[in-house]
């Protein structure tokens, strides 16, 4: 049991949109934009000065959420053919009246006051009787996705969160805090606080206790321990892979593979991939279309961590033949779109890892 009363207030969530009646013009004619579509017209006029307006990946995908926002028969509108000059008129005049040193002062007096507020309401939780920073307390704000690297997804809109779309965590016996949650639960073992699934990515994004706190600190002591084990245990660990990768049963011939490689080639794992990442591939998500069989090798070619390409030749000699041998039939038949390790995620991998820990 990682607690046993735990009391918080819930997430802290960034202001709404302020309303502007800002306007845009798609082929000279004016058009009046609704609260949605102004907020999304707002953040691209914020990256005006910056290179990402006139990148054709960040242009369509922005259009994309954009147009749907506008009257139907802008549907297919082109970028070429819209007009955002009033909304970036709008905004030189705001930022100038910004760089007025009585209203910066006022305004970052203003940001500081309410930011300190927010903090000494969510920023902290009680554990076990102990008050605790919480690490990540505001939600994410509604904006336009960057991404790292050539980000397939870039200048996609990332809708706003709500109170409904958030799972809070805390004790039995207390009183949950005021809102419409999707759900309260009360999950001993887990030591995160809230969560919610970003509308964009589909990713689960967590709120924590601080690194600092008890609670992460003995977290992070667990992972550590096991990790010296794991560097004792490791002539163990490889003769049980290199023996698995000759078992009959085809689950655990795929996980042990999975393993060599990670052990061999330093490969990530490869489900557990960050949000702002583009479709980075690893051990477990190797396609068909990733491999290539030379004569005596394997040759691996996908997009790696942060859009770097990923490319190396794995040589097989007698003390590794089976590997060669198990990706070949782990890719027939297949599409090149297809997994070679079907039905095999980091969970699994963690459990045989386990299981080959224990000996």
């Given amino acids: 049991m990682a607690w046993q009363e735990l009391r918080h207030n819930g997430v802290a969530f960034p202001p709404p949109y302020e309303p502007r009646k800002l306007s845009i013009r798609i082929h000279g004619a004016v058009v009046q934009l609704s609260l949605e579509a102004e907020e999304l017209a707002y953040a691209w006029g914020k990256k005006r000065t910056t290179p990402y307006i006139q990148d054709p990946v960040f242009q369509t995908n922005f259009l994309?959420?954009?147009?749907?926002?506008?009257?139907?028969?802008?549907?297919?509108?082109?970028?070429?053919?819209?007009?955002?000059?009033?909304?970036?008129?709008?905004?030189?005049?705001e930022e100038l009246q910004k760089q007025n040193p009585d209203f910066k002062e006022k305004m970052a007096?203003?940001?500081?006051?309410?930011?300190?507020?927010l903090k000494e309401k969510y920023g902290f939780a009680e554990i076990d009787g102990v008050k605790t920073e919480v690490a990540n307390w505001m939600v994410e704000p509604p904006s336009l996705f960057m991404g790292r690297g050539s980000h397939p997804m870039r200048g996609r809109w990332k809708p706003r969160i709500h109170p409904e779309?958030?799972?809070?965590?805390?004790?039995?016996?207390?009183?949950?805090?005021?809102?419409?949650?999707?759900?309260?639960?009360?999950?001993?073992?887990?030591?995160?606080?809230?969560?919610?699934?970003?509308?964009?990515?589909?990713?689960?994004?967590?709120?924590?206790?601080?690194?600092?706190?008890?609670?992460r600190q003995e977290r992070d002591k667990?992972?550590?321990?096991?990790?010296?084990?794991?560097?004792?245990?490791?002539?163990?660990?490889?003769?049980?892979?290199?023996?698995?990768?000759?078992?009959?049963?085809?689950?655990?011939?795929?996980?042990?593979?999975?393993?060599?490689l990670i052990d061999n080639l330093a490969m990530r794992v490869g489900d557990?991939?960050?949000?702002?990442?583009?479709?980075?591939?690893?051990?477990?998500?190797?396609?068909?279309?990733?491999?290539?069989?030379?004569?005596?090798?394997?040759?691996?070619?996908?997009?790696?961590?942060?859009?770097?390409?990923?490319?190396k030749i794995l040589k097989v000699d007698r003390t590794n033949t089976p590997i060669r041998k198990n990706l070949q039939e782990f890719s027939q038949g297949k599409k090149p779109e297809d997994l070679v390790f079907d039905g095999i995620t980091s969970q699994h991998v963690n459990r045989f890892l386990n299981k080959a820990m224990r000996g």
């Fill in 64 to 93: 994309s959420d954009f147009l749907k926002l506008l009257p139907t028969h802008f549907a297919n509108a082109k970028y070429s053919e819209i007009d955002f000059t009033p909304v970036y008129e709008y905004q030189a005049k």
């Fill in 109 to 117: 007096a203003q940001r500081k006051q309410l930011r300190l507020s």
């Fill in 165 to 215: 779309d958030v799972v809070l965590n805390l004790s039995e016996n207390v009183e949950a805090p005021k809102g419409n949650w999707k759900e309260i639960v009360h999950d001993h073992e887990a030591i995160w606080i809230a969560h919610w699934v970003d509308k964009l990515s589909n990713v689960r994004k967590y709120v924590w206790p601080s690194d600092i706190s008890d609670l």
């Fill in 222 to 260: 667990l992972k550590y321990d096991a990790a010296r084990k794991l560097q004792r245990r490791l002539p163990d660990v490889r003769q049980f892979i290199d023996k698995n990768l000759l078992s009959p049963d085809l689950k655990i011939r795929k996980l042990a593979t999975v393993c060599y």
């Fill in 272 to 311: 557990e991939k960050e949000e702002d990442e583009a479709d980075t591939v690893g051990a477990s998500t190797l396609r068909v279309e990733h491999l290539k069989f030379p004569p005596n090798g394997v040759e691996f070619d996908f997009l790696g961590k942060d859009s770097v390409r990923w490319q």
